[in-house]
């Protein structure tokens, strides 16, 4: 059997994902991260997108982060994530709806709105539907 590692993905209110795996890929901040077993200890900041956990050759989970960190140690990777959530818990409806609100606050322009924020929220509700999007193609 090939060397594998213990993976735990969790939020502040849940636990997301546990389980063994053969290979991370994490959406670091300055690029993808690619991880097996036996890497040398890290921790990265994450930003949002996909992270791609391959268990065996064709199986892969799949679970959209909002951004967080990833910390990795030789036999386990651990990520903390803001949000996270598998395309099956994902309400494509609502996921529209936030980006049209987030949008929105980003065009509204009045002094009430904080910007930065409004434009961070945007890009991650684009980057959750972008990610959607191709769940639904495979």
């Known amino acids: 059997m090939s060397a ?7 939020t502040a209110e ?12 994490a959406p670091g901040v300055a690029g993808e991260l690619g991880i097996m077993p036996k890497h040398s200890p890290l921790i990265a900041q994450l930003c949002a997108g996909e992270l791609r956990i391959t268990k065996g ?13 990833v910390e990795v140690q030789p036999d386990m990777i651990t990520v903390l994530a803001d949000s996270a959530e598998r395309a099956s818990d994902v309400d494509e409806a609502q996921a529209v709806e936030a980006q049209r609100k987030a949008r929105e606050l980003v065009e509204s322009k009045d ?11 945007l890009a991650i509700t684009v980057a959750r539907l972008d990610w959607l999007k191709k769940k639904k193609k495979h």
């Open 4 to 10: 594998s590692m213990n993976v735990l993905v969790a």
């Open 14 to 25: 849940r636990e997301v994902y546990r389980g063994k795996c053969t290979f991370l890929v």
């Open 57 to 69: 050759v064709d199986e892969v989970d799949e679970v959209f982060v909002s951004g967080g960190f």
């Open 111 to 121: 002094g009430e709105t904080d910007l930065a924020r409004a434009e961070a929220e």
